[in-house]
């Protein structure tokens, strides 16, 4: 695996660590909801997902990562349509698709 694709996927792990970090125990929708410099921390650690996502894409596009095309289709609403985001949708993504992203990066890594 290149090199440049190797930190990108290691600037994904980070992103999704520190919404881990941001979350803390607390995995609770509620609090979510409420908390508004929390929502845009996640949302912004979204981006930079995407966008590390969007790169590896160009550089080798058989690198394998479920649904990646939808991680940047995430980044673009988050950025350009950030009137029109759902946070139920969004915590969905954080308590879904982000673990199983983590697992798939991990494995990516390992190889």
Known sequence: MQREIKKYLFDIIESID??????????DFNLYLANKLLRRAIERELEIIGEATSRILKIDSSVSIED????????NLVIHGY??????????????????LKDQVQQLLSE
């Open 83 to 100: 009137d029109k985001i759902d946070d139920v949708i969004m915590w969905g993504i954080i308590s879904k698709d982000i673990p199983n």
């Open 68 to 75: 990646a095309r939808r991680i940047v289709d995430l980044r």
């Open 18 to 27: 520190s919404i881990e970090e941001y979350l803390g125990g607390k995995r």
